[in-house]
């Protein structure tokens, strides 16, 4: 059973968006992210009670802007998905999960050491050059379970 309910269309979304924020971090830093839009998906808390599918996660405005930056600048269209993106795509949604991104609904990339909290969630740890934070316990126990 799928960590998740999903289309083939949003594999390839997804696979396009694990590229686009990624690739430069290897088959594992796309499946941390890809991690990070599937608990997304599963959590019902805080910024992410209204999104429902993997399609809402990655076109998700929050603040007036795309929550991702490779929706905000565009680069997640300039290229296909590829076969090896897509079959990273459907592990996460169907089981992979794995420290730091395992339960974290957050990453980015300071380009300096990663701070300790990210809007005042704690870090779960940092692959290469992304920060992942998960929520607060107690805040959001849907994320652990989905």
């Given amino acids: 059973m799928p960590r998740v309910n999903y289309r083939s269309y949003e594999v390839d979304e997804m696979a396009r968006m694990m590229r686009a924020e990624a690739e430069g971090e290897g088959k594992q830093g796309m499946l941390y992210v890809g991690n990070v839009i599937v608990n997304r998906c599963v959590a019902t808390c805080l910024d ?49 999960r794995d420290h730091p991104a ?6 980015f990339n300071p380009h300096a050491p990663c701070p300790p909290t990210w809007y005042g969630q704690p870090q779960s740890g940092q692959f290469k050059q992304h920060c992942f934070y998960e929520p607060k316990a107690g805040t959001c126990d849907s994320v652990y379970s989905g």
């Fill in 102 to 107: 395992k339960y974290a609904l957050w990453y």
């Fill in 48 to 96: 992410f009670e209204d999104v429902k599918t993997i399609h809402d996660v990655i076109f998700q405005v929050q603040g007036g802007n795309y929550s991702f930056e490779a929706v905000q600048k565009g680069n997640v269209f300039y290229q296909r998905s590829r076969t090896a993106e897509r079959r990273l795509a459907k592990q996460n949604l169907d089981y992979w």
